[in-house]
């Protein structure tokens, strides 16, 4: 099946900083989106991007499909964008399942 | 508000006492799926279902059930709940069942199965 790699696995902000985090799919994918999990477990939806690129306020993400690869931006980061931030991908004739990376946790300091 | 609602959230139970986690949706979706979430071993897909009356087991369903008599609504029951089921679980739904929209979740429910 197909393999989701996230790196870096834990990643330590000063508040303000930037930063950039990288899924890697070992197949062609359907659908890929990144969610944050939050300190109280709850999977936010941040962005549906099988490809090109997104815009959201300070995040932004970019997926070049036939890389195989896909980029999280979060920039000018507040205490806020602490937690666990998850890619995951759907392949083809996969139905829609959703196959997760093992995150990346974020911790962003005052 | 379009959302995934999950029932209950927190959940504390004893070895075999059957019990049963409620998910629905209000945005006419045919999706829907069950998650658990364990350290470790990340999210799997227990359950899902491509519309009402159409069920299938996903890569967890050992020691589940599920049924989908309405569209709104896909119940996760758990007949003889063991320790090992002590999970994050989530609730999933999209609008199509060809994993090319956006999939949406629930709040997620917290089981603990002594």
């Known amino acids: 099946g197909i393999q989701v790699e996230q790196s870096p696995p834990d990643l330590i902000l000063q508040e303000g900083a930037n930063s950039t985090l990288r899924c890697n799919f070992s197949?062609?994918?359907?659908?890929l989106q990144w969610f944050h999990q939050n300190p109280w477990g709850q999977l936010i939806n941040l962005f549906y991007i099988p490809s090109g690129t997104k815009q959201n306020g300070r995040l932004s993400a970019t997926t070049v499909a036939t890389e195989r690869y896909s980029l999280l931006y979060i920039s000018s980061s507040q205490t806020t964008d602490s937690g666990v931030y998850f890619c995951a991908v759907v392949g083809f004739a996969q139905g829609g399942k959703l196959i997760f990376g093992q995150g990346t946790e974020l911790s962003v300091k005052p | 508000e379009a959302q995934v609602t999950q029932n209950p959230r927190y959940l504390i139970t004893v070895t075999g006492k059957k019990l049963t986690v409620t998910c629905s949706q209000n945005?006419?979706?045919?999706?829907m799926s069950w998650y658990r979430q364990d350290p470790g071993l990340g999210l799997r897909q227990i359950y899902y279902?491509?519309?009402?009356?159409?069920?299938d087991k996903g890569d967890v369903p050992e020691g589940y059930k599920v049924s989908r008599k309405e569209k709104r609504n896909f119940p996760l029951i758990l007949e003889s709940p063991s320790p090992n089921q002590t999970s994050l679980y989530f609730c999933a739904s999209s609008l199509g069942a060809g994993g090319q929209e956006t999939q949406y979740f629930g709040p997620g429910t917290r089981l603990l199965v002594l």
């Open positions: 945005m006419n979706h045919e999706y």
């Open positions: 197949d062609s994918v359907n659908n």
């Open positions: 279902s491509m519309n009402v009356e159409v069920t």
